[in-house]
């Protein structure tokens, strides 16, 4: 069985940073983009970052482009979100997302495109 689990949430306060961490078991994620998604509360789930399979390519968001780096260790099968300056709208339940039926495909920036998720971890900014 296919799982992701996020961890590395928290409570910081604005201008801080925090370090996610999305651990996947059950297949071989090396040949697979990951990314990560948030939802606010009230809001619907928005793109955050995808990393390609190899790690070399990346794309974000505008709201979190130049703050925000995803990355993967793929002999841990693990992808990391690092998040620096941190700002009170950052506030959210982080997701991470793969499509496991999806080897080697593009980057995509929709949640329809990927069909495993984790549980999602909670980010909290304070002013």
């Known amino acids: 069985q296919v799982q992701l689990i996020e961890s590395g949430g928290g409570v910081v306060q604005a201008g801080g940073s925090l370090k996610l961490s999305c651990r996947a078991s059950?297949?071989?994620?090396?040949?697979?983009?990951m990314a990560w998604f948030r939802q606010a509360p009230g809001k619907e789930r928005e793109f955050v970052a995808v990393?390609?399979?190899?790690?070399?390519?990346?794309f974000y968001s505008d709201s979190v482009k130049g703050r925000f780096t995803i990355s993967r260790a793929d002999a841990k099968n693990t992808v990391f979100l690092q998040m620096n300056s941190l700002r009170v709208e950052d506030t959210a339940v982080y997701f991470c997302?793969?499509?496991?039926?999806?080897?080697?495909?593009?980057?995509?920036?929709?949640?329809?495109?990927?069909?495993?998720w984790g549980q999602g971890t909670q980010v909290t900014v304070s002013s």
């Open positions: 990393i390609n399979w190899s790690g070399s390519t990346t």
């Open positions: 997302a793969v499509d496991v039926t999806s080897a080697y495909s593009e980057l995509r920036l929709t949640s329809s495109g990927y069909d495993t």
């Open positions: 059950g297949r071989t994620f090396n040949n697979l983009a």
